[in-house]
């Protein structure tokens, strides 16, 4: 095992950002209020308030999506100790593992999620946001540089 210091950041693919939420939000009401608006010229003000809705449920979605672009796993692993670092919306938890009692616990599944296990019964599942394949090379070369190997 090496003696250095080695880090992964891990990341959530996100295809939109904040501004492009907003325009997309804005692009998708503008429409709905403009013929809400003319159904409630007609009389049918109830059609405003079920586009309002419509509206409402839309902005729950995009403050969803929003909340979770800044996903992140950071492993650091140093000669002592594995730092695993998670955010996931606005809540961010750090975990230090004994380096010498963690395991890397094998996949229940195919492309299932890592695992890692020290002696404490601490469990990490890292990497629920990468690809099967990018979970598998990420469990190789954790595998590389812990000295318990999978088991």
Not at 120 to 135: I, K, M, N, P
Request: hydrophobic residues 40%; proline residues 5%; glycine residues 8%.
């Amino acid at each position: 095992m090496p003696s250095e210091r080695r880090s992964w950041l891990l990341q959530r693919r996100a295809v939109l950002r904040r501004p492009q939420l907003l325009l997309l939000f804005a692009t998708l009401c503008g429409p709905t209020v403009g013929i809400g608006m003319v159904f409630l010229y007609l009389g049918y003000w109830h059609m405003l308030a079920y586009a309002l809705l419509e509206m409402a449920a839309l902005a729950a979605c995009l403050s969803h999506y929003a909340r979770h672009l800044d996903d992140y796993d950071r492993i650091d692993i140093s000669e002592s100790a594995i730092v695993v670092e998670q955010r996931r919306g606005r809540r961010c938890c750090r975990l230090q593992l004994d380096l010498w009692t963690t395991r890397l616990l094998p996949p229940t599944r195919d492309g299932g999620p890592i695992r890692l296990n020290d002696r404490h019964d601490q469990t990490v599942v890292l990497g629920g946001f990468l690809g099967a394949a990018e979970r598998r090379h990420l469990a190789a070369e954790l595998g590389q540089w812990l000295p318990n190997k999978p088991g």
